[in-house]
């Protein structure tokens, strides 16, 4: 750690203080020998658990044939193998791709073709969303700090819009007799002035992951599909964090009646090794001019092949989503009956979350608690991460091929670690 504050930049801030030294399936070993389980699945990637051994040896061959050519210098197989196997796994009519090293990177291209198909200027995204770390994914993510403050100016013609947050709902109204009003007001914003005639696109997750862990009410999408038919714009799917099973469907859109017109992948898509996709249909992904798209290592021939395999097991892996929807859907609703401190529990699948706040009528945010919380399950043996505009959200990416008695294990951390911390501050 003293070596990390001397030769790393003070920007990348380390959730928990243990160096990784070992990973298998959904267990973690540092370098002093503690074992952990892994709730964080590196951030929503280890959907399959760390270094599923078919994965590893896909990677293994395409190491032994070559490392590295770059698409645009000669195509090769594991590249258009992939590109061909999201084609049927996605929603709609999505059949054509590009990949690239992030879901960061994934985001900017796929407003880039949004831009090259519509000719249109404005962005729309969410407030509450997060896109990622480069200057337009930034832009799009609404929350000030740590992720824009002190990086302006940032990139121009974006809009923000609230997002179908109910816990926290911005019009104060109450699903379902609201009517899913949220989505008129985006609505009123696209077709007035200066948005008017003119909005390229809106990139949206379908359930926010940094945000805390946001599934919209039903009709939300499908409300949203349909504003943006009626205006000419795109609608972009971010599924960085919540494709792959994650929410239990290959993706969470899947949840809706609703489909975009491209899709946005990373994270799960390679189970580990840094790989972005966007996936869209044939007309948008075929606007941009030749040679106006492209990187030297997006779609690295290594992580494609892993991802090809990683699509294997991601289906393989998930029926076991509703085992786990199901244990955490009782445990974390129990601890809402119980505990003061527990405000909101919500989620779809294998991505659930709980919202922590000081009382259950006032909704006061407490994101110190939900920090130390954080700090004694790591104590006891149990990785988690938090999040949330207002870091309040304990949320649990468990590996999808987690047991249900390792499931239950971790959880009984996190409840006595949520006891404990809650009475030790007094709520
Ligand atoms: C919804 C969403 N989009 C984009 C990104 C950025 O992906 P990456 O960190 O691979 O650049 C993330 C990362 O957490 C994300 O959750």
Not at 92 to 108: D, M, P, Q, R, W
Not at 390 to 412: F, S
Not at 413 to 420: C, F, P, Q, R
Request: some cysteine.
């Amino acid at each position: 750690m003293a070596r990390k504050e001397k030769y790393i930049t003070s920007g990348i801030k380390i959730g928990l203080p243990a160096s990784l030294e070992f990973a298998e399936g959904p267990f973690m070993k540092d370098v002093d020998g503690n074992v952990y389980l892994d709730f964080t699945s590196g951030i929503g990637v280890h959907n399959c658990g760390h270094r599923p051994a078919a994965m590893v040896k896909a990677c293994q061959d395409q190491l032994d044939k070559f490392i590295h050519i770059c698409f645009m210098v000669s195509p090769y197989e594991s590249y258009i193998k992939l590109a061909e196997e999201l084609s049927k796994i996605c929603p709609g009519k999505l059949t054509k791709s590009i990949f690239l090293n992030s879901g960061s990177e994934a985001v900017e291209n796929a407003v880039k073709i949004a831009r090259a198909y519509t000719k249109k200027k404005w962005i729309m995204s969410y407030r509450t969303a997060f896109h990622g770390r480069t200057f337009l994914d930034i832009s799009l993510t609404g929350k000030e700090k740590p992720y824009r403050e002190g990086f302006g100016p940032l990139v121009p013609y974006i809009q923000h819009v609230e997002y179908a947050y109910c816990y926290r709902c911005p019009l104060c109204l109450e699903y379902p007799s609201c009517g899913i009003a949220c989505a008129d007001t985006i609505r009123t914003v696209m077709e007035t002035k200066p948005l008017e005639g003119d909005v390229c696109c809106l990139v949206g997750e379908p359930v926010q992951g940094e945000g805390g862990f946001i599934n919209p009410p039903p009709g939300y999408w499908e409300k949203i599909r349909k504003i943006c038919d009626d205006n000419n714009a795109l609608l972009i799917d971010d599924e960085v964090q919540t494709g792959f099973g994650r929410t239990g469907k290959m993706f969470a859109i899947q949840h809706w009646k609703c489909d975009p017109d491209m899709l946005i992948t990373g994270k799960g898509l390679s189970l580990g090794m840094p790989l972005g996709g966007v996936t869209g249909r044939d007309d948008v992904m075929s606007a941009p001019g030749p040679a106006s798209l492209g990187g030297t290592f997006g779609g690295n021939p290594v992580c494609c092949a892993g991802a090809i395999e990683s699509i294997k097991l991601t289906k393989k892996a998930l029926p076991n989503t509703k085992m786990i929807n199901k244990v955490e859907t009782k445990r974390l609703s129990d601890w809402k009956e119980r505990y003061e401190v527990v405000g909101d529990v919500r989620g779809l699948g294998a991505m659930m979350g709980m919202e922590l706040v000081k009382t259950k009528k006032g909704k006061e945010p407490v994101p110190e608690l939900t920090r130390s919380i954080q700090l004694n399950c790591f104590k006891h043996g149990l990785y988690i991460l938090t999040a949330g505009t207002y870091g309040n959200v304990i949320r649990l990416h468990p590996p999808l091929i987690i047991k249900q008695n390792l499931l239950e294990k971790g959880l009984d951390i996190l409840e006595s670690a949520l006891k404990k911390e809650a009475k030790k501050a007094g709520l």
